[in-house]
Structure formats: structure tokens, C-alpha cells
């Protein structure tokens, strides 16, 4: 406490000494290429007119040995010989400009940065030109912080692992937990943060962790020891697509390799994965960085080659420099050099690591001179925590929240009948709990522009009388209980607001189970008893909450789960309890009882169920047990209805004018994807939405498809989402285009991808379309 304090003040100290110098302050230097700097601006590296190839070249050429195995850590050297600065590789902006990473730090002209919500909140609004924009939002602040030298261009983000375990505590930093909702947030944040100017890059965002990586700390397993067995299968249909979307649509500059195994190989040691799949089929351009420490993690903790040596060598020909580029953290420095020296690995394949990291930072401008001169050079600190972006940042926590029960309905509160409202709860009234991880070091609580707690939110609605019921999320006593149940006798509404925080789901550490933590439902159950008037339910939590209390419960009238709405959640929150906000957020990943895991490893990757052997299988693709609310789950003050207004009964699927139908291309009437013309080969549907109810609202249109049983098919898969606002009493139009190849194909066993030939069932909420693909084969047989 004391040290917090001490810590806050000190920042504001700072923060004050800032805007005392604020007039002196001078913008960063050149990082290269200094116009003022006579012994290297002529050299061909500097010359903004080249293309960048010839530039990097010779760049690289002049670099010795020593200078080039500095530049392959994350903390780069710098080459003063050749004008070169140091540079931290290593910034984060996962839902807003974060300190976590070396390379940003708050102070001075910049106390703080736009705090979004978190993203399994965002993801839950279903909408990606939201996504975008707050990637244009993040940037623009990224870019403001660079030019004032306090932050970096190269940013490790966004998370998109598959959610595939309730229990993980990153689960939070995800979209959730379908692959193409998690790439097609992957895509649209990417291309916020880069920005859309050919080459040039605005920021160089990262995507993270490749592959297979979604436990933490489970049963004494953690991710720096964890050896993920996974079938081919679920890394193409699962594990791969949001990163595939993440390169060929979303362009990304960079990708992250993880620290775990896959089938007995470390990530960041894998040519397949790494040189094949990323580099070669993807395509990816840019660079690829191990997860920090991963290559020191896989020697001195996997113990996975005898010597740093071949460690370093492993990692450098796996995609060092065919597949991995630079190390976050210090091990490649180090062992390179020795590395080469033994033969173990050419300077030649330290060349190609180097062309991929320097490509970038010249497609950041670093080489062109002077910051201020070039694109976004005039963003500045007057273009942090803007009103435009704070309103960003509470727009996005209106669209996220998810009304998951409404009874009566008794939502929303009216401020004429519920003039007095009891909020109680351990998230009642907190600040950096709405924010979750990756905003700020833990005890920097300035990082947000500002706050608007739940309390303060409802506040501006109506009387407010606090009790926080249990001091912390843990709630291990009752001794507030009482005070709390007195303020909901008074109140004409009661608000509680639980759930979890960074102490019960974090980076490093997953939940053990899925109830609310300590005597919370106790302190629920006992106020509901007491309460005089309608009782709502706020949940705040990255992972699901086993809640079935709660649903079942008639005397709590309604549930709304929140996420970590990010700075401006307070506000959101009160929007949405009294109506001025219609919510219209969706459950971006299954909510399971309890039960679920009761005999369910962590660490037992497969996605499918195998009922023999009591295996449940995972997400709503592959799981068909029980569930609090599924995937998806979310409703509206108002009522939507659906009609389908034109849809195909048949798709004619042209194969490659060189296979033969009925041989090589047809295995079980499944047609190998790579056997297809897949070109603008779509099924577009029409379909009408009516807003029936009398409030205007948003809604998400979800669109699955139920293939053809097979061994290898989900249950149904989303293939295609659109958010679309209707107001009260109209109808929209909704086009919809499926890209046959990308989303109507399943995989088979071997990871073949293959588009199932026969009927597929279209649903989007409570209407079938059934649409059958035929294999075309006429006409198109060359020779
Ligand atoms: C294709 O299949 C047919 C019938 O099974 C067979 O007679 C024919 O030889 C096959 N052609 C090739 C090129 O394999
Ligand atoms: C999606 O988000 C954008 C940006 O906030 C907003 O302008 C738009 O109205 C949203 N779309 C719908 C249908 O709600």
C-alpha cells in the first residue's frame, strides 16, 4: 500500500515536472540517417529513393560480424560508426500503449495512454470495423509516444491463441475462442495499428504465440516446460487460422513464436513451422521473434540441444534466419557469434535474419532521418487520451458488454422508479481491474487517461449508497456481508458487481476453477435475500464464470457480464443498465458448468471429443454437453427476426482444370481445397433483419455452417459474422458472402483441408438454409 502510494505520487511529481518542460521538451533524434550527420547521409542505405531491398543490402554489408549479432536481440546495439542508434524491440499495445515492455515507459509529456477495454471484451462487440479503428486509435498514440521518444514502432500484438481452455488466464488477452472470430479480430486490429499506406508501415504490430499456446501454470505444468500434442488436424482447422488470417489478410509485419513444445519440438526451433508454414505458405513479410526468453527457455529449461551453441544455431536456421530473426531477450547475442565460429551456423543465414528485421524497421521510416519530417511526424502528446479516443475507448465498452439474462424484463432501470441504487460488489469501485493485463506494470496505476468506475458510472443516474461486501475479489470473510445487505433494504435497485481480477486469472496463472472466487455467491445469495427491488448482476472476468446460481435464480433479475471494460467500463456499465445504451455484445467463448472440468487436463490439446474415453472435447465446435450460456449468447432490449432473402440451393464447386473428378481430387466426396478454382468461388446469402421490438439496436448476425457428418466435422463452425444497427420497427438488408474454399472446407485427419461435397446447413439464429456444393467437372478437364 505504502509502496503504491509512494510510487503514484512520485509518478504525479514527474508528471508535473513534464508539463513544466513540456514547451523545452525536443522531439527524438534520428534513429539513422541523421540529415546533419556528413559521414553517413550519403551512404546508399540513407537514400530515401532506393528501394528498400538495395538499401537493406547494403546496409548489411557493411556490418561486421560482431555488429550484426548485436542487432539479433531484442535490446539492439547500436553501430555509431555508421550512425546507428540502439533500439528496443520489445513495446506492447494490446488494448491500448502499454509499459510492459522495455521499450514504452509513461512520464513526463505522456502520464498515460487510451485504456480499451480488454480484447475478449472488444471481441464480444462482433465488430471489426471497431477493431480497426481502435487499432487506428492505439497507433496514432504509439506513434505521438515514438516521435516524443518515449515508445517504440515494433509492437507485440495482438494475442490471438485460441481460447480453447476456461481455466486460462490469458484467455482475457484473446478474441475467444473460434478461430475465424480470432482471425478476422487478428486482421482488422492489424490493420488499424500498421495503417494502410503500401509498404510504409504506421506501427509494426506482431502476432502472438505461435502455436499451440494457451496454458500458463496448470498442475505444476507451465508453458515453459509444457510439450503440446497436437493433431494435424486441429493445427490447421484450430491452432493455424487466426495466425494464417493474421499474415495473408491482416499483412502483419511480424509473428511470435511461443515458448512451448509442439509434439516435441520447441516452437521457435521448428523449420516446418517456422520456414514452411509461416515464411512459405503465408508468405509472411516481416520478421519473426521468439516469445521472450524462448530460445534461453528451450536450453537452459527444456534442455533441449546440449550446447547454447547449437541453441542458438537451432533457433537462427529454424527461422533465426530462415525462419526466427530476432531474440527477445539476450541468449542469441550472446552465442551467435561462438555459433558461426564453430561452423554450427553461416553468417549468411545471420544475413537473412538481419534483412528481415531491418526490411521493417526501413518500412518504419527509421532509416529516413528525421522523425518530424516524415508521415505521422506531427503526432504529438496533444494527440494522447484525446476526447475522440476516450470516446473510442467507451464506445467499445458499450458494444462489448453482454446482457446474458433479462427477466421480466426488469432492465433497463428507469432514474424516475430507481432513484436510489445499492452497488455493492469487490468490482463496485475499482480502477485497474477494468483495464486487465498488458495496460501497465501492476503498480503504475496512472497508465489509463482516467477512470470512470462502476460507482461513479451509476452515480450519474442516480443516488448511490456503496458497500463493497467482501474487500477483494477473494472474499474470504463475511464481515461486510452485513452492511451490504442493509444498503440493498434501503436501495430501490441493487447492482452487484463481482467476478475476478488479475489475482485469480493472469499471465502465469490459470484459474483452478470456474465459481465465483471465495464467499461472492454467498455474498450474491444473502443481498438478493434482503433486496427490496430488482437485483442485477455485473460480472467482471476475462474467462467464463460458472454462474448457474445466478441463471436460476428468479429473484436476481438480470446478469450482464462486463469483461475488463477498460478505462471509460463504469460508464458503459450505467449506459447499459439504464437504457442508453442498447446492449448488443455476444459471448465470444463458451461459458461451461464446473462439472466440465471436473476430469478435463489442461494439458490434453485435442479440440475433438472422444466419448470412449469420457473426453468432453473443447468449444462449441466440438463440446455438445451442457453449458451456462454458449457461445454467442447475448441479448438485446429489443427483438430482431430474421428472414432468409435470397440464398442459392446449389454452388457448383469448378476443379482444377488438370485433376480428374472421381480419382485424384475426391477422397470420401471431399474435395482437396488445393483441387479447387477457389477464385471467387462464394455462396452470398441475402438475408433481412427486422427490429420488431420499440428500442433501436445492433445486432450481430452469427452465420454457421453444419457440414456433411463426418469423422472429421464440428458440430457447426462460424463462417461468417456482420453487425448490422436496425432501428425500431425497420428492417436491413444483410449481404453475406462465404468464401467456399476458406470457410465451407473441414480438415481430415491427416490436415488436409477438403470441401465436403453434398448438403451444408446454413443457420443464422433460428432460420436453416441448406445449400448443397457440387463438384463441377464438366468443361473444365484440359488434358
Ligand atoms: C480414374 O478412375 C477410373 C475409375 O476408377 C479409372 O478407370 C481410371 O483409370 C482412373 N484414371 C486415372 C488417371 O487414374
Ligand atoms: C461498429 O463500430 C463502429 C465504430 O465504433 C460504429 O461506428 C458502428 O456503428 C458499429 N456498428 C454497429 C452496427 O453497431
Known amino acids: 500500500m505504502a509502496y503504491s502510494t509512494t510510487l503514484s505520487s512520485s509518478f504525479f511529481l514527474l508528471f508535473l515536472i513534464g508539463l513544466l518542460l513540456s514547451v523545452s521538451i525536443s522531439a527524438r533524434e534520428p534513429f539513422a540517417c541523421d540529415p546533419k550527420d556528413a559521414t553517413t547521409k550519403a551512404l546508399p542505405f540513407c537514400q530515401v529513393s532506393l528501394p528498400i531491398k538495395e538499401r537493406v543490402k547494403d546496409l548489411i554489408g557493411r556490418l561486421t560480424l560482431k555488429e550484426k549479432v548485436g542487432l539479433l536481440v531484442d535490446n539492439a546495439g547500436a553501430v555509431p560508426r555508421l550512425g546507428i542508434k540502439g533500439y528496443e524491440w520489445w513495446s506492447e499495445a494490446l488494448h491500448g500503449v502499454s509499459n510492459v515492455g522495455p521499450g514504452t515507459k509513461f512520464g513526463g509529456d505522456f502520464p498515460g495512454a487510451t485504456s480499451f477495454p480488454q480484447v475478449i471484451t472488444t471481441a464480444a462487440s462482433f465488430n471489426a470495423t471497431l477493431w480497426e479503428a481502435i487499432g487506428r486509435v492505439v497507433s496514432d498514440e504509439a506513434r505521438a509516444m515514438y516521435n516524443g521518444g518515449v515508445a517504440g514502432l515494433t509492437y507485440w500484438s495482438p494475442n490471438v491463441n485460441i ?27 492489424v490493420k488499424g495499428l500498421q ?26 505444468v507451465d508453458r515453459f516446460h509444457f510439450n503440446a500434442q497436437v493433431s494435424k488436424q486441429d493445427i490447421e482447422d484450430t491452432f493455424d487460422v487466426p495466425f494464417r488470417m493474421c499474415v495473408k489478410d491482416g499483412k502483419v509485419a511480424s509473428v511470435m513464436c511461443s515458448y512451448n513444445q509442439v509434439n516435441g519440438i520447441p516452437t521457435c526451433a521448428d523449420p516446418k513451422i517456422l520456414k514452411n508454414t509461416i515464411r512459405g505458405q503465408w508468405r509472411l513479410n516481416g520478421y519473426i521473434v521468439s516469445d521472450c526468453d524462448s530460445v534461453g527457455v528451450y536450453y537452459d529449461t527444456q534442455h533441449y540441444t546440449s550446447t547454447p551453441e547449437e541453441a ?20 542469441l547475442g550472446v552465442h551467435t557469434e561462438n555459433a558461426v565460429q564453430r561452423g554450427l551456423v553461416s553468417e549468411a543465414d545471420v544475413n537473412n535474419a538481419l534483412v528481415n528485421t531491418i526490411t521493417i524497421q526501413m518500412r518504419l521510416g527509421m532509416f ?56 455493492i460488489g469487490p468490482n463496485s469501485d475499482v480502477t485497474v481491474t477494468m483495464i486487465g493485463n498488458y495496460a501497465g506494470k501492476p503498480r503504475m496505476d496512472g497508465v489509463a487517461c482516467g477512470y470512470t468506475t462502476p460507482l461513479q458510472g451509476i452515480g450519474r443516474y442516480a443516488k448511490t449508497i456503496h458497500q463493497q461486501g467482501c474487500k477483494d475479489v477473494a472474499c474470504g470473510d463475511d464481515q461486510s456481508f452485513a452492511a451490504a445487505i442493509d444498503a440493498s433494504r434501503q436501495a430501490d435497485a441493487t447492482v452487484l458487481v463481482v467476478g475476478l481480477d488479475q489475482s485469480i ?12 472466487p471465495g464467499r461472492q455467491q454467498e455474498l450474491v445469495s444473502k443481498v438478493v435475500q434482503a433486496s427490496k427491488g430488482p437485483t442485477i448482476l455485473v460480472l467482471m472476468s476475462g474467462g467464463p464464470i460458472d454462474v448457474s446460481f445466478a441463471k436460476n435464480d428468479p429473484r436476481i433479475a438480470a446478469i450482464l457480464w462486463a469483461g475488463y471494460p477498460g478505462q471509460a467500463g463504469g460508464t458503459a456499465i450505467a449506459d447499459v443498465l439504464f437504457g442508453t445504451t442498447n446492449p448488443g455484445g455476444k459471448l465470444p467463448m463458451t461459458w461451461y458448468p464446473q462439472e466440465y472440468i471436473a476430469n478435463l487436463p489442461m494439458t490434453n490439446m485435442a479440440m475433438r471429443s472422444s466419448p470412449s474415453k469420457g473426453y468432453p472435447g473443447r468449444t462449441y465446435r466440438f463440446y455438445k454437453g451442457p453449458v451456462v450460456y454458449p457461445f454467442g449468447h447475448g441479448i438485446s432490449y429489443t427483438n430482431f427476426v430474421h428472414t432468409v432473402a435470397s440464398a442459392p440451393p446449389v454452388v457448383g464447386v469448378p476443379l482444377d482444370g488438370r485433376r480428374r473428378f472421381g480419382n485424384v481430387t475426391v477422397s470420401g466426396k471431399a474435395i482437396r481445397v488445393t483441387h479447387a478454382k477457389c477464385k471467387g468461388l462464394s455462396l452470398g446469402i441475402q438475408v433481412d433483419v427486422k427490429n420488431i421490438g420499440s428500442k433501436d439496436g445492433s445486432h450481430t448476425l452469427l452465420v454457421y455452417s453444419k457440414p456433411p457428418a463426418g469423422y472429421w466435422v464440428p458440430h457447426k463452425q462460424l463462417v461468417a459474422f456482420e453487425k448490422v444497427h436496425v432501428p425500431a420497427g425497420t428492417q436491413q438488408r444483410v449481404g453475406i458472402n462465404i468464401h467456399v474454399c476458406k470457410f465451407l472446407s473441414v480438415v481430415d485427419r491427416s490436415g488436409i483441408r477438403r470441401i465436403p461435397m453434398g448438403e451444408h446447413s446454413i443457420h443464422i439464429a433460428d432460420i436453416k438454409h441448406s445449400v448443397s456444393l457440387q463438384a463441377a467437372t464438366l468443361g ?3 488434358s
Do not use: M
Open 163 to 189: 481460447f480453447r481452455d476456461p481455466r486460462w488466464g490469458r484467455g482475457q488477452e484473446t478474441p475467444g475462442e473460434d478461430p475465424v472470430l480470432a482471425g478476422n479480430y487478428a486482421a482488422s486490429y
Open 312 to 331: 542458438a544455431a537451432d533457433a537462427i536456421k529454424a527461422g533465426y534466419f530462415a525462419g526466427l530473426d530476432l531474440d527477445c531477450g539476450p541468449f
Open 195 to 220: 495503417g494502410n499506406d503500401g509498404e510504409r508501415l504506421k506501427v509494426a504490430a506482431s502476432c502472438k504465440h505461435f502455436t499451440a499456446y494457451d496454458l500458463d501454470n496448470w498442475n505444476g
Open 505 to 516: 486469472e493472469a499471465e502465469a496463472r490459470d484459474r483452478a476453477g470456474l465459481l465465483l
Open 780 to 782: 473444365v478437364i484440359k
Open 368 to 423: 529516413d532521418g528525421e522523425p518530424s519530417a516524415q508521415p505521422y511526424g506531427n503526432l504529438g502528446p496533444k494527440d494522447v487520451c484525446t476526447p475522440a479516443h476516450q470516446e473510442l475507448a467507451l464506445e467499445a465498452a458499450r458494444q462489448g458488454i453482454v446482457l446474458l439474462k433479462n427477466q421480466g424484463p426488469s432492465l433497463p432501470l428507469s432514474h424516475l422508479r430507481h432513484r436510489t441504487i445499492a452497488v
